[in-house]
């Protein structure tokens, strides 16, 4: 079945480590987005991407940085300069113009120790 | 700048009330507008999606929702809520002009009572 794999579920960092949250697809879509998400607040996009080896910073960039090496793959990495990593992370999938919504991943859930 | 506005943060209903859980939009061309469902822990499974032609569109889990152009609304509706509907609920509305970038409302959290 086509779908979007986050790994690890669950991820503990120590203050001044970087860690990277990874993402897959298998559905063949363009676009990959990552958002971020915090209770009462919603969803906030970090950075996005259409195309392989191209990407955009969404509305929350900072302390974080991606890569798009691979149609499948658009790794996160949460740098020492976020503040405030504690968060669930969440990845998606779209076709372009994202006509038809996108598909999510279950999500990774970062604290920080 | 496309935004969301779900008005209501948390919302009770009795297991077989009828439900209607608010979405307001502002964006100025015909926006492609969601409603997406998150269960605690998990990721957004999409429950409908309207971007052109009729305006009430049907779906999943017997949901549904009326786009409202003079209202710049979107509502989700269902008949008789089941206790496995509790969980939180996400109007989303993508900007067709740039990028596709979906821009989600705050969420609302439906608590189902027996």
């Known amino acids: 079945d086509g779908g979007i794999t986050q790994s690890p579920k669950y991820l503990f960092r120590k203050e001044g480590q970087n860690v990277t949250l990874s993402c897959e697809q298998n559905?063949?879509?363009?676009?990959m987005y990552w958002y971020r998400q915090d209770p009462g607040q919603g969803l906030r996009l970090i950075y996005y991407?259409?195309?392989?080896?191209?990407?955009q910073k969404g509305d929350i960039a900072e302390g974080y940085s991606v890569s798009r090496e691979k149609k499948e793959s658009f790794p996160l990495t949460v740098t020492s300069a976020q503040k405030n990593p504690t968060a669930f992370y969440l990845c998606?999938?779209?076709?372009?113009?994202?006509?038809?919504?996108?598909?999510f991943g279950s999500g990774t859930r970062l604290t920080v120790v | 700048a496309q935004s969301v506005t779900q008005p209501d943060i948390h919302i009770t209903v009795s297991e077989g009330a009828s439900l209607e859980l608010r979405c307001n939009y502002s964006?100025?061309?015909?926006?492609?507008l969601f409603w997406y469902v998150q269960s605690p822990g998990q990721g957004l499974q999409l429950l409908l999606k309207?971007?052109?032609?009729?305006?009430l569109v049907q779906g999943i889990k017997g949901f549904e929702a009326e786009f409202k152009r003079s209202q710049s609304s979107f509502n989700l509706r269902k008949p008789s809520v089941h206790w496995s509907d509790a969980a939180e609920y996400f109007c989303?509305?993508?900007?067709?002009?740039?990028?596709?970038?979906?821009?989600f409302g705050t969420g609302t959290r439906l608590q189902v009572t027996l």
């Open positions: 998606a999938s779209s076709i372009p113009q994202g006509r038809y919504g996108y598909t």
């Open positions: 559905l063949n879509h363009d676009a």
């Open positions: 991407s259409q195309i392989v080896n191209d990407f």
């Open positions: 964006y100025g061309a015909t926006p492609y």
């Open positions: 309207y971007f052109s032609g009729d305006t």
């Open positions: 989303a509305v993508v900007d067709t002009g740039t990028a596709s970038k979906l821009t």
